[in-house]
T-cell receptor
Framework: KNEVEQSPQNLTAQEGEFITINCSYSVGISALHWLQQHPGGGIVSLFMLSSGKKKHGRLIATINIQEKHSSLHITASHPRDSAVYICAVARNTGNQFYFGTGTSLTVIP | KAGVTQTPRYLIKTRGQQVTLSCSPISGHRSVSWYQQTPGQGLQFLFEYFSETQRNKGNFPGRFSGRQFSNSRSEMNVSTLELGDSALYLC???????????FGPGTRLTVL
């Protein structure tokens, strides 16, 4: 069983659509991270959350600690948002990270 | 500030050899973590170093080891390479453990 489950695995959207990516985890965590990986491999950290909600531009991340669930929303999606989005959790019993399998997003113009 | 740098960027080795990868964190960052990424297993945590001490280790065999120097630069070593070790190896630095991670570009290792 994976400690971190992401859905959907693949997502295709039209430019301008509202997008939601979900992440569920089964372990106690100190923080949850959303990462973005573009073709070519570079990874960028988008958000680090331990409670509530964070917003950066068109990106919004929420976390519900009681339900062990987080969502990443992209408003007014754009082709440059096409990337793999990865959910990662840092366990509260140490700094070991567990990763979701990623959501591959393609935004069509 | 300069970002996280990793050297080399690409490496080809043969089975049985050993390899050392290097990571220079962002200036002032004391935590360096290493990750392996493969198409089959995705991203997996290898280990984390903070102030020259290994704080956490993932579920990898003892062939995978690392160290951190007093200037926070870190090296990762893999001995007795196997075909399955072919992967993208990423390091990330942060100010503190569990803090926002800043990733390097990775070293792509191919084992023939």
């Amino acid at each position: 069983k994976n400690e971190v489950e992401q859905s959907p695995q693949n997502l295709t959207a039209q430019e301008g659509e509202f997008i939601t990516i979900n992440c569920s985890y089964s372990v106690g965590i100190s923080a949850l991270h959303w990462l973005q990986q573009h073709p070519g491999g570079g990874i960028v950290s988008l958000f680090m959350l331990s409670s509530g909600k964070k917003k950066h531009g068109r990106l919004i991340a929420t976390i519900n600690i009681q339900e062990k669930h987080s969502s990443l929303h992209i408003t007014a999606s754009h082709p440059r948002d096409s990337a793999v989005y990865i959910c990662a959790v840092a366990r509260n019993t140490g700094n070991q990270f567990y990763f979701g399998t990623g959501t591959s997003l393609t935004v069509i113009p | 500030k300069a970002g996280v740098t990793q050297t080399p960027r690409y490496l080809i080795k043969t089975r049985g050899q050993q390899v050392t990868l290097s990571c220079s964190p962002i200036s002032g960052h004391r935590s360096v973590s290493w990750y392996q990424q493969t198409p089959g297993q995705g991203l997996q945590f290898l280990f984390e170093y903070f102030s020259e001490t290994q704080r956490n280790k993932g579920n990898f065999p003892g062939r995978f080891s690392g160290r951190q120097f007093s200037n926070s630069r870190s090296e990762m070593n893999v001995s007795t390479l196997e075909l399955g070790d072919s992967a993208l190896y990423l390091c990330a630095s942060s100010l503190w453990s569990s803090d926002t991670q800043y990733f390097g570009p990775g070293t792509r290792l191919t084992v023939l």
